[in-house]
């Protein structure tokens, strides 16, 4: 029997004597179906009872295949030998997470915080755990060797090191590993898999397996290790995996696993005594899976609270630690616990407060990221699919294994739309991403003839299905961000970030901008600037202009700068931008698919020499990455004198933290009443870094006030509601533009009520679900009439709430026209805007629950725009009654 719910009462627990001699129990009350079912008895026997030290109530709990009895007229559930107990879940622990917990959970915790720093171990366990998965699909030792070694080209650059001799190493680990392999019974290819990702629904477990063998986990470590048995520590993080491929199984769980420690194979026989065979299996007891599940629990269970370990939970060996140090060293800082002690001073209270209140907001948004992922499986297919979140029913097409071992796949789509784009990592399955078969795969091609879709893997799939995969590396480099900005960075630097002293600026006499005020005070403030400056830009106002001009001038004064943003798009406007200005010799990090073609030119080839590529990125003035790259083991390398980041208001704090942290200085460009960053959750992260400065200190904010987009009236409404009446078209041309100005456009041609550069349209039709037909057929005879008039479909764009009604709209619509919805128009704009409403009788909907949301829909057209929706709905509220005013 199985029981899951939430905890309400946890008793101490007791020893009593049974008909075996003396056993500890504890008992809880647990309430079924998420709290809401009956309150039911559990006993927790024995080793369960640890379990029930930190079980709280709020807790959910899963019990399975417990005993059953009747008490009392009470049906009551207890621990028998095959029970598994789950603390929490739906909060996926990553299973080296474990691993690090069981060696310290401190060790955990400092992982978690410091990333991976690009040190020469890291690149060569990189290194040979791609050279494993390529043995694995039947590529020899050198070609593996020499590619994978070629791949790290920028990290060994970075890091100084010998390619040929580290070529050299990963031979010797190969061998070790062809070896293994070779031995008899290991030849059928159709018993492995190379790396694989495994979700456990179950026990709240997820992780990539090295290998999976005949059903059971292979893990490698690049280590030696010379004695029979594997490391304790490696032996959990196997069996982990076990529990994983078991309840893929139906509960059959493997009974070994094994441990491959290459290193082995290249110990001199005559220096080391011991057991050098590289793989070295263990037998995985029923008592060991649960051993390893109540590590995990340990685990869930103070995430739950959100503690910090100190290292006593567990009896950490401190003196032989290698991170001793820098665990020191943070509790020091942060004025924390520490088994192992604690040196240096404290950095400031406000500071300490800061990065709990961040640390703690970067850990709701993982839970809000776990939620996602269990959707997986609480979801059905269809509901996926209606929320976005997948692509169903696909027809499954050519399977086609690359040069380099990974495998193109593709199907075909049925033309329905999701939030999945090219670029994008997802989840390929046979239709079933947590029970079947599934592989992380990158998106190359959508839609297209027949509604093509192509993604590339490294295992083959049956392509029936895609779902957006909820990453939680961006959760991850937030907390790196955290912990550069504020360990790092020196007092100085982060003194007016805590207000204890206001920025400061040095005087910028000459003209650098000469027909536009704003924008020539606003790049000579950031110029001058000793701390930072900030850019404030309403829609057209030429921020990325300004922005580009700056970064110009900035490296003719000799400086490094650092252009970054939260979006590849926003970091390829920018870099075109500063193309545009005359500026070479930028780079450009990110991975080929996320960089934009006409961009590729400038992009980094982070593989070949090392000396190149390292030389290549190092002599950059300028450097060109997203925020989530900066935090990337490569760039938290670099330094620069001014970091300068477009799209502020997007990003979360510590995500601007990630590139503001590399610079010594640094300028915001955004605007804060456009979109806010986008989270999953809303604990202090969906206000941004720029906003707060903006708010704290306006003085050092400069707003681009004449904006080079709109017509006059299309303005008017924004800038009094959004931005206290100072926008301002910058010439007499730009305030007067209109439809006919473009070629072959006759203002006749139109409608009378769509001549005006602002219509209000009331189809009178009624909202149903998400959608409303008689609106969409509204905006289709609108867009037709803009035809008709000889716009071109380019240079039209149609904006909704919702993504059904997205697709109401799209389907009628000639190809060329864009419809989507705000969020996606955020940064562009068109000759010609119709939004949609949807909404009637009362406002519901994610265009109205935030007013920038409505400014960002309002200021995308330059020459018309037409709003069609319901007058009366919409004049239920004060700003939009306004709005309908102004559009009639
Ligand atoms: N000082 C200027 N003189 C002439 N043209 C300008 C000036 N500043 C900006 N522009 C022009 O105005 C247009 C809008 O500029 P830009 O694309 O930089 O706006 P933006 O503020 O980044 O827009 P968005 O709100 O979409 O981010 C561009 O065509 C740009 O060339």
Redesign the pocket.
Known sequence: MNIRGVVTEVEQPRTVNTQYGDSELCELTVRPDRGAGQPTTVTLWGKWTETAAYLEPGMELAVYDADEREYRGETQYSTGEGTMVVVEPSFLVDVTDIRGWVQCPRMYYLNKLGGTELAEPVVKGTIIHEVFGDLLRGIGVEESVSRRVEEAGLDLGLLGADPEAMRETARQHAEAIEGWLRQGTLTERDEWRSEQLLVSERYGLKGRADAVRRGAPVELKTGKNTSRDPRFQDKVQAACYALVLGEKRGGEYPDTGTLLYTKNAAVDRSEESGDLSPAKDFSISHGFLQFVLRARNELAAMEHDIDVPTGYEADARCEYCFEQDSCMAIAGRLGQESKAGTVGTAVPEEEQQYFERFYEAIETERRAIHREYAKLWEQSPEERADDDRALVGLEPAETTELDDGRWELRARGTGAVSKIRVGDLVLASDGDPVGGNAELARVERLGGGGDEIVVTADEPVELRRLDIYPSELSTDRLLTALHDGILTQPPEWKDPLFERREPAFETVEETI?D??PA?DEAIRKAVGAEDFALIH??????????LATLVEELVDRGERVLVSAFTNRAVDNALE?LEEQGLTGMVRVGTESGVRADMQSYRLDQSGDPAACADALESADVVAATTATCGSRALRTQSFDVAVVDEAGQLTEPGTLAAVALAERFVLVG?HHQLPPVVQSEADLDRSLFQRLVETYPEAATL?DQQ??MAQRIQAFPSREFYDGQLRP?TGAVAAQRIDDLDGVSLSDLPSHLRDSVAFVDPGGSQQGNTNPEEAKTIVETVGAFRQAGVPAEEIGVIAPFRAQVAEIGQRLPPGVAVDTVDRFQ???KEVIVVSFVATGSLEGPIFEDYRRMNVALTRAKKSLVLVGDAAALSTDETYERMVEWAR
Request: proline fraction near 9%.
């Open positions: 901008i027909n536009n924008q830009g309403p829609p057209g106002t030429g921020k990325t202009y300004t931008a605007d681009l080079y987009r910058a940064g562009s704009s």
